[in-house]
C-alpha cells in the first residue's frame, strides 16, 4: 500500500477538512486561532534567536538558513497537535467550489480564525517582551530590524512576496495531507515553509508577531504602519495565493467533474436559445 495519496485523493481530503472546519462553533475557533498565532509565534521567536548573532555575507546567509529551519515548528505544532491558521484555511476555497460550504461559513470562519490568530500572536509577543528574554542587545536590534524593516516594503513588493509565501504555505498543509505517517508530514511541511522564510516571503500571522514585538522594544513604528503598510497588502497576498492560485488551479484539474463541465459550458447556448 502506498504510503501517500494521489493529487486527486489529497484535493478531496482537503474539501472534507475545510467542510469541517467551517461547521466548527466560534468558540472552538477562537481558541484554536489563538493557539495557531502562538505556535507561528514561537516559530518566529525561534527564527530570531538563530539569526540575531550572525554577521553579515555567507555567515549571515547560513544564519538564515538554520533560522528558517527552525520556523517550520509553528504549523508542525498546528497539524499535530491541532490548531486554525488563517493561511491554511484559505484553502476552504476548495470547499466552496465544490459547493460543501457556503460563502458565509467560509467568510465566518477566515474573519473568527484571523482576528484568534492576531489576539494569539501579539499576546505571545506581549509576554515575550516582559520576559527578559530579548533584554540582550542583538536580540533586541534584530528584532526592531525586522520590524521597520517589513513596514518598509512597497505595496506591489509586498503583496508578491506574500503571493508566493502562501502558495507555498498551502503546498505545504496539501503535502502533509498526502502523507499517511507522521515522518512522511514532518518534511512535507518542513521544506516549503523553511523555503518560504528562507527566500524572505511575506506570511501574515508571521508578521502578526514580528511587527508587535519590534513594536514594544522599540521599533520607530506604529499600530497605523504595522496594519496599513504590512498586514493588510500581505494578507491580501496570502489570500491570492492561497485562496485562489493554488486552489484555483487543483479545482479545475483535479476537482471540477465532466458534468461541471458541460453544464458550464451549455449555459451560453441556452441564453442564446432563450434569445
Known amino acids: 500500500m502506498n504510503g501517500f495519496l494521489t493529487p486527486k485523493e489529497i484535493n478531496e481530503c482537503m474539501v472534507t477538512s475545510g467542510k469541517a472546519k467551517a461547521a466548527l ?98 499576546l505571545l509577543a506581549w509576554l515575550l517582551f516582559k520576559s527578559g528574554l530579548y533584554s540582550g542587545e542583538a536580540m533586541a536590534a534584530k528584532a526592531i530590524g525586522i520590524a521597520e524593516a517589513k513596514t518598509a516594503i512597497p505595496l506591489l513588493p509586498i503583496i508578491i512576496r506574500a503571493t508566493f509565501c502562501n502558495i507555498l504555505v498551502v503546498l505545504a498543509v496539501m503535502m502533509q495531507a498526502g502523507s499517511k505517517d507522521i515522518i512522511g508530514k ?51 497576498g496570502n489570500v491570492i495565493g492561497g485562496a485562489f492560485v493554488v486552489p484555483g488551479v487543483y479545482y479545475y484539474t483535479y476537482l471540477r467533474t465532466n458534468k461541471e463541465a458541460i453544464s458550464v459550458a451549455s449555459e451560453p447556448v441556452m441564453a442564446a436559445t432563450a434569445e
Open 25 to 122: 462553533p466560534i468558540g472552538k475557533m477562537l481558541f484554536l486561532g489563538i493557539f495557531a498565532g502562538m505556535y507561528v509565534g514561537l516559530g518566529a521567536y525561534g527564527f530570531t534567536i538563530v539569526t540575531s548573532g550572525a554577521g553579515s555575507g555567507f555567515e549571515a546567509t547560513l544564519a538564515k538558513f538554520i533560522g528558517a529551519g527552525v520556523f517550520p515548528v509553528g504549523l508542525m505544532l498546528i497539524i499535530f497537535c491541532g490548531a486554525e491558521l488563517f493561511t491554511g484555511n484559505c484553502t476552504l476555497t476548495l470547499a466552496l467550489a465544490k459547493k460543501e460550504i457556503t460563502i458565509g461559513s467560509l467568510v465566518r470562519n477566515w474573519t473568527v480564525v484571523y482576528l484568534a490568530n492576531f489576539v494569539g500572536s501579539v
Open 186 to 236: 514532518i518534511f512535507a511541511i518542513w521544506f516549503p515553509i523553511m523555503l518560504f522564510v528562507l527566500a524572505g516571503f511575506e506570511h501574515c500571522v508571521a508578521n502578526m508577531f514580528f511587527l508587535p514585538i519590534g513594536l514594544f522594544l522599540g521599533a520607530d513604528i506604529t499600530w497605523s504602519q504595522i496594519i496599513m503598510n504590512n498586514l493588510i497588502p500581505v494578507t491580501i
